[in-house]
């Protein structure tokens, strides 16, 4: 299963951005999708999940600025940000536990992680 995340970039503080991450790969069933974040010196943290009958969480910290959604027909998960902040400055991860097909039958969820976008709020 690979991860293929996309729409990191630079924006000005106040500004918007959507991410954007797609699986492939022998999948059976996506279970949760999430973001997490990395910023310098600091350790990854969640920013906001969504299960696959489509609960949400979030980080405290983007509560009521990002909203995370789903696609299940294509197997992609996105996260609107808005209301940008110098603070959310940090390399994004999607994240993925996923079912595949192998021969007998299908795996327990297991986690898949993408290869990280940067996004760089500018004050």
């Known amino acids: 299963v690979q991860l293929q995340a996309f729409g990191g970039g630079l924006v000005q503080a106040g500004g918007s951005l959507r991410l954007s991450c797609a699986a492939s790969?022998?999948?059976?069933?996506?279970?949760?999708m999430g973001w997490y974040r990395q910023g310098v010196g600091n350790q990854r943290e969640l920013v906001a999940a969504?299960?696959?009958?489509?609960?949400?969480r979030y980080a405290d910290s983007v509560k009521n600025r990002f909203t995370i959604s789903r696609d299940n027909d294509k197997n992609t998960v996105y996260v609107q940000m808005t209301d940008l902040k110098p603070e959310d400055t940090a390399v994004y991860y999607c994240?993925?536990?996923?079912?595949?097909?192998?021969?007998?039958?299908?795996?327990?969820?297991?986690?898949?992680w993408g290869q990280g976008t940067q996004v760089t709020v500018s004050s």
């Open positions: 994240n993925a536990k996923v079912r595949t097909y192998h021969a007998g039958g299908y795996s327990p969820p297991n986690n898949y």
């Open positions: 790969g022998r999948i059976y069933e996506i279970k949760d």
């Open positions: 969504v299960t696959d009958d489509g609960t949400t």
